[in-house]
């Protein structure tokens, strides 16, 4: 037997799923168990995130608009090829796709 929700009736949730959103959110309301469960999630992704750009922003002490633009010409002080930078571009790359792309989400949730 599966739970079906009220304004999504083409979605079904197994029982065991539907009882874990209702522990998770402390709530017996499923459809408000869900959007308190992904809202949360959405929020400590974009924390995460944040922290972690933080990081590399406290590194090399500028965002990384600022830091590309340094390794493009060549004014990072540090050879922008070299191993280290070059993981920390990519990494940081990837932090500020992923953010753009949680707060997009967010945003689209709210």
């Known amino acids: 037997m599966s739970l079906v929700l009220k304004t999504m009736p083409e979605l079904t949730l197994p029982p065991k799923m539907g009882v874990m959103l209702t522990q998770l959110a402390d709530t017996s309301d499923l459809e408000t168990a869900l959007q308190i469960v992904i809202t949360d999630y959405l929020q400590l992704k974009l924390t995460v995130l944040h922290d972690r750009l ?5 590194k090399w002490g500028m965002n990384f608009a600022q ?6 010409q060549d004014q990072l002080g540090e050879n922008p090829y070299a191993y280290a930078v070059e993981s920390d571009f990519w990494a940081w790359e990837e932090a500020e796709t992923l953010l753009h792309h949680y707060q997009m989400l967010y945003q689209r949730w709210l």
């Open 67 to 72: 830091f590309a633009q340094a390794c493009e």
């Open 54 to 58: 933080g990081v590399f922003e406290a």
